[in-house]
């Protein structure tokens, strides 16, 4: 292995320096500067961006580096860029937010940055062992930081109902992987697929490895039945780091999800295919239903995002190549989308957990027409209403799904997307149907990195509403990278 | 010129949004005088450049004119598609007239958040339009589901004691239909494209697209499970929207509560989307489907003809009444249509302008008396016809617009859609024209009760009759009343090739599967080259 094969890992290498640097900033600066920190993270990973481009984009066609560990591919350009981008968004969202409170910037910070790193590693991952590295480091980071506001209870519930089952899911997935080693005596994606393509007998061991695997995948995107930690770990959460796991790790847990199923394990689709089936279904219906009654903003948006992992999961029971890109495209959509819904959820909280509740949003039109306009416009787009980038996104998967033939699936789907219109829009209804004159909405927070941020997600929402080439092109020409075209 | 000509549709279609930004981003909330002025303007010159689409349209010409073709989302093959058939012209024209007058009738009756009234009320007009004039499937379904979010608001906002209600009721309604609609859409464009594999059902293996004139020519292939199911998925959409007995339950709440704008708005475009789809999509696409269909739709629509009539009939309420009537008038249009005969999608066609216009004109003349008592239970008037003699005029010109006195629009529709029914299945005809009697008697007896006899409320005695501006809101529509009443002919002439298509199409699907093949080579003649891609098989 000579040395070369590290170039097109520097990206990460200066990632993990930048962020053990940020943390040592940050422990001389205590609970200072913290939208210096937030600049400086948002700086390396600036430059992480670029050093993708220049050296870690697969020029001379996809291969892999450091012994089949890594891919360098398109797929996993897309996937780093996609999560750094939404890692950027929220370190500029949470600055005034941290320093509102009563904690430290530093480790906040430097846990972004690590949680990122893990997500770039799973989206190139090309063998289960580094997969499942990039996985923890990401997993552990979110732990920490869902309990970031140690005085806090709710924190702290939400932070160990995380990490138990978290750890639980983990094992599940690590002895899923182990029984795949032992059926196939491999741990490279490329292997495996090329033995599963050879083999064509059932091989019970080996399905279980795979529905071991896809159960801990399930767990990671937060589907069903594996949902259970996600509104208390999103309640609990500072609302920053709730923004940040219901996007970043979830696109990553994804493309991992997508480099397992629609590659490695693609060949035995017929074997998974019913269980995502029923997951996806599943998850769609319940995710949506039990929305409905929630009172409080970041609950609901918790069993929201359950549901729209529910939408993504149909795009891997399509399992086609189109699937695969509609997926990509999905998750693109619905980081800008959902991190500009959490980023109101945080202009509504000038302290504490204030903010939170359906009803304080009530006259919030009259008061600040153009913030309402905004979370009107990520309410429409959640629920997929055009001319909004939600409907592009749930109409490639639902197209992905019928052309595969799965009609009662699309259906399910079309028709829990009809529901949650009902939830979304009880904020609407707050903001713009109620007055407001009995209780005092609470009062926005003014922050200008907040306001751009959310004006960017504005921005973006309504652009891939009208005009999805742009993206489709860049998801379409991931598909080759993992076989499917 | 002849750049107008060619963005004519662009112009009509997105000249509503420019008002409504012009007002979000270029006029103060305190200038109300200045926003209802942008408000009329845009409606009004909106309106204008409607009234040459009736003249140059040319009823011998290909089907569609007019047509804006280009690239949108190529990776589906979704196409950025305008073009109008002379059916379309008509709903277009009723739209822009019915938008303008929604506008100029509300500067006296909303008071309250004035800036964002007339804003929803702009976009619904680009909304409603861009609905009549797409040609590609995707694009008339962003349009069918852009316009419910500024319905929505206009009811929940500006709306009465029940107005939250309603509008979420309103809008789920109409969403859960329209979703099963994309399914039934998708499920046609993978049957032209590669097919549904795991359904084993084979596709044509068409180029992808969603372009309806394309899939008028593949309609003959579509074999008749998948028409069964396509159907089952577009009636359900189109069925909420019509609102078609049992799916009509939230028309009188959306009516009763919706400002009266609103509810113009509602009977007079809404309603006839719902019609529309049926007309433009269900019968051509799917001929076989629709021939099973009719039996059912046939006994859901006199259903609906009946129990409207008789429901408003026991109505204390004037709104309500008229909301009830509009369910009996569409179900008398859905009758006429599925009776498959020319006179009948004719007169139904017709019977589609007239509710909007004589319907629009009820709810306008129940606004205005609402306006002035905030009140609007028939019991609390009596005599009206002493106290506002010119307001009791318009009413009884409406009225009897409504219930199809000869010389009037309602008689030349009713008569046709009946001779049609007539020709179908004559029981039919006589349940629906029960229908038509039923419907006199509740609109007679409710003129009676409010505006004959003696001032008996004290609260109505020097109540002021229609001033200038009221009255000019109402006379553009008894204007269309008589002129479709007297001299209905252009009007049936500028639908009869739009009518011809439908019928060719339907009739196509009940012969040999070996000759439609030449019958699609036949169609394609008379369709813009543009409008009829490559026949693959």
């Known amino acids: 292995m000579s040395l070369s094969q590290f170039i097109p890992f520097l990206p990460e290498i200066f990632l993990a320096v930048a962020g053990f640097a940020i943390l040592l900033a940050g422990i001389s600066l205590g609970k200072r500067g913290a939208r210096g920190l937030s600049l400086l993270s948002l700086g390396s990973l600036a430059v992480t961006a670029i050093l993708i481009w220049v050296v870690g984009r697969p020029v001379e066609?996809?291969?892999?580096?450091?012994?089949?560990?890594?891919?360098?591919?398109?797929?996993?350009?897309?996937?780093?860029?996609?999560?750094?981008?939404?890692?950027?968004?929220?370190?500029?969202?949470?600055?005034?937010?941290?320093?509102?409170?009563?904690?430290?910037?530093?480790?906040?910070?430097?846990?972004?940055?690590?949680?990122?790193?893990?997500?770039?590693?799973?989206?190139?991952?090309?063998?289960?062992?580094?997969?499942?590295?990039?996985?923890?480091?990401?997993?552990?980071?979110?732990?920490?930081?869902?309990?970031?506001?140690?005085?806090?209870?709710?924190?702290?519930?939400?932070?160990?109902?995380?990490?138990?089952?978290?750890?639980?899911?983990?094992?599940?997935?690590?002895?899923?992987?182990?029984?795949?080693?032992?059926?196939?005596?491999?741990?490279?994606?490329?292997?495996?697929?090329?033995?599963?393509?050879?083999?064509?007998?059932?091989?019970?061991?080996?399905?279980?490895?795979?529905?071991?695997?896809?159960?801990?995948?399930?767990?990671?995107?937060?589907?069903?039945?594996?949902?259970?930690?996600?509104?208390?770990?999103?309640?609990?959460?500072?609302?920053?780091?709730?923004?940040?796991?219901?996007?970043?790790?979830?696109?990553?847990?994804?493309?991992?999800?997508?480099r397992l199923f629609l590659g490695a394990f693609h060949p035995e689709l017929a074997q998974w295919r019913i269980v995502m089936w029923i997951a996806a279904a599943a998850t769609v219906i319940y995710g949506n239903i039990a929305a409905l009654t929630q009172d409080n903003v970041k609950r609901m948006l918790a069993y929201s995002s359950i549901a729209h992992a529910g939408y993504a999961l149909i795009g891997i029971v399509a399992g086609t190549a189109m699937g695969l890109w509609s997926v990509m495209v999905y998750m693109l959509i619905y980081t800008f989308m959902n991190l500009g819904a959490f980023g109101f959820v945080i202009m509504l909280e000038t302290r504490g957990y204030a903010g939170e509740r359906v009803g304080d949003y009530a006259g919030l039109a009259k008061r600040h027409p153009g913030a309402a306009a905004g979370m009107l416009i990520f309410m429409l787009s959640l629920a997929g209403i055009p001319p909004t980038a939600g409907f592009m996104g749930k109409l490639y998967v639902f197209s992905s799904a019928v052309q595969a033939g799965y009609i009662w699936l699309v259906v399910i789907a079309v028709v829990m997307s009809a529901v949650s219109l009902y939830y979304y829009f009880r904020i609407v209804v707050e903001m713009y149907l109620k007055d407001g004159d009995e209780d005092e909405p609470a009062p926005l927070v003014r922050d200008r990195w907040l306001d751009a941020m959310i004006g960017l997600c504005v921005f973006v929402t309504l652009f891939l509403g009208v005009y999805p080439a742009p993206v489709v092109g860049l998801a379409q020409s991931g598909v080759h990278a993992l076989g499917l075209g | 010129m002849e750049f107008l000509q060619h963005e004519l549709l662009n112009i009509i279609c997105y000249l509503p949004l420019v008002g409504a930004l012009l007002i979000i981003f270029g006029i103060n909330r305190e200038n109300t005088k200045a926003i209802k002025a942008v408000a009329t303007v845009t409606a009004g010159l909106d309106f204008l450049a409607a009234v040459p689409l009736w003249f140059l349209y040319k009823p011998a010409g290909p089907e569609f004119q007019f047509v804006i073709q280009g690239k949108w989302i190529p990776s589906l093959g979704i196409q950025y598609y305008f073009g109008v058939d002379g059916f379309a012209i008509l709903l277009i024209l009723l739209s822009t007239l019915l938008t303008f007058i929604a506008v100029y009738s509300s500067f006296t009756a909303i008071t309250h958040r004035v800036k964002e009234y007339y804003v929803f009320l702009l976009l619904l007009g680009t909304g409603m339009l861009g609905v009549f004039m797409s040609l590609d499937f995707i694009l008339f379904y962003v349009f069918w589901e852009v316009m419910l979010v500024p319905m929505y608001f206009l009811i929940g906002v500006w709306g009465g004691p029940r107005k939250l209600y309603a509008a979420i009721k309103f809008f789920l309604y109409t969403l859960v239909g329209s979703v099963l609609m994309l399914v039934g859409i998708l499920a046609l464009y993978f049957f032209n494209g590669p097919g549904l594999a795991a359904i084993g059902l084979k596709g044509l293996g068409n180029p992808a697209t969603f372009s309806i004139p394309h899939l008028f020519t593949i309609a003959p292939q579509i074999p008749a499970s998948l028409q069964f199911w396509v159907f089952l998925a577009f009636f359900i959409g189109f069925a909420i929207k019509v609102p078609m007995w049992p799916f009509h339950t939230w028309l009188p709440d959306a009516h009763v509560e919706a400002p009266t704008a609103g509810s113009v708005i509602l009977a007079g475009v809404l309603l006839k989307m719902g019609t529309y789809g049926f007309v433009r999509f269900s019968l051509p696409m799917l001929p076989k489907a629709t021939l099973k269909a009719v039996p059912w739709?046939?006994?859901?629509?006199?259903?609906?003809?009946?129990?409207?009539?008789?429901?408003?009939?026991?109505?204390?309420?004037?709104?309500?009444?008229?909301?009830?009537?509009?369910?009996?008038?569409?179900?008398?249009?859905?009758?006429?249509?599925?009776?498959?005969?020319?006179?009948?999608?004719?007169?139904?066609?017709?019977?589609?302008?007239?509710?909007?216009?004589?319907?629009?004109?009820?709810?306008?003349?129940?606004?205005?008396?609402?306006?002035?008592?905030?009140?609007?239970?028939?019991?609390?008037?009596?005599?009206?016809?002493?106290?506002?003699?010119?307001?009791?005029?318009?009413?009884?010109?409406?009225?009897?617009?409504?219930?199809?006195?000869?010389?009037?629009?309602?008689?030349?529709?009713?008569?046709?859609?009946?001779?049609?029914?007539?020709?179908?299945?004559?029981?039919?005809?006589?349940?629906?024209?029960?229908?038509?009697?039923?419907?006199?008697?509740?609109?007679?007896?409710?003129?009676?009760?409010?505006?004959?006899?003696?001032?008996?409320?004290?609260?109505?005695?020097?109540?002021?009759?229609?001033?200038?501006?009221?009255?000019?809101?109402?006379?553009?529509?008894?204007?269309?009343?008589?002129?479709?009443?007297?001299?209905?002919?252009?009007?049936?002439?500028?639908?009869?090739?739009?009518?011809?298509?439908?019928?060719?199409?339907?009739?196509?699907?009940?012969?040999?599967?070996?000759?439609?093949?030449?019958?699609?080579?036949?169609?394609?003649?008379?369709?813009?080259?543009?409008?009829?891609?490559s026949q693959g098989e």
């Open chain 1, 61 to 258: 066609g996809a291969h892999t580096i450091l012994g089949g560990m890594l891919f360098v591919d398109t797929f996993a350009v897309y996937f780093k860029l996609l999560t750094m981008t939404a890692s950027g968004i929220v370190l500029l969202m949470s600055a005034g937010y941290l320093e509102r409170s009563d904690y430290s910037p530093g480790e906040f910070d430097a846990l972004i940055l690590f949680a990122t790193l893990g997500m770039m590693i799973m989206a190139s991952g090309a063998n289960l062992v580094s997969l499942y590295v990039g996985l923890e480091l990401m997993a552990l980071s979110q732990y920490v930081l869902v309990g970031y506001f140690k005085l806090e209870l709710k924190s702290n519930e939400g932070a160990v109902k995380y990490f138990v089952l978290g750890a639980l899911s983990s094992g599940v997935l690590v002895y899923g992987i182990s029984l795949l080693y032992g059926a196939l005596g491999t741990l490279d994606l490329g292997a495996i697929r090329a033995a599963l393509t050879a083999s064509d007998t059932v091989n019970w061991t080996l399905n279980l490895g795979i529905i071991l695997v896809g159960f801990g995948m399930l767990f990671k995107v937060a589907a069903v039945p594996f949902h259970v930690w996600t509104p208390d770990a999103y309640e609990g959460a500072p609302t920053p780091v709730t923004a940040f796991i219901s996007v970043g790790p979830k696109a990553a847990a994804f493309a991992m999800f997508l």
């Open chain 2, 297 to 533: 739709i046939a006994v859901l629509g006199i259903i609906a003809i009946i129990y409207g009539a008789l429901v408003a009939m026991a109505q204390k309420d004037m709104k309500k009444l008229v909301a009830y009537s509009s369910v009996s008038h569409m179900g008398l249009i859905m009758v006429g249509l599925f009776a498959l005969d020319p006179a009948g999608i004719r007169g139904a066609i017709l019977q589609m302008v007239n509710h909007g216009v004589s319907t629009g004109a009820l709810f306008l003349l129940v606004g205005l008396v609402y306006e002035r008592r905030h009140n609007r239970m028939i019991a609390e008037y009596g005599g009206l016809a002493k106290v506002m003699p010119i307001y009791a005029t318009f009413f009884a010109v409406m009225t009897m617009s409504s219930i199809g006195l000869p010389t009037l629009n309602g008689f030349v529709g009713e008569f046709t859609t009946l001779m049609g029914i007539f020709k179908a299945n004559w029981v039919w005809a006589m349940f629906a024209a029960v229908g038509v009697i039923l419907g006199a008697a509740y609109m007679l007896w409710m003129y009676q009760r409010v505006f004959f006899g003696e001032v008996t409320n004290e609260k109505n005695k020097d109540l002021k009759d229609l001033n200038l501006r009221e009255q000019w809101t109402l006379i553009p529509l008894v204007i269309l009343a008589f002129w479709i009443g007297l001299y209905p002919k252009p009007f049936f002439n500028r639908m009869a090739p739009s009518v011809d298509h439908i019928l060719q199409r339907v009739e196509r699907a009940t012969q040999q599967p070996n000759e439609a093949r030449q019958q699609i080579a036949a169609i394609t003649k008379t369709t813009p080259p543009s409008a009829a891609p």
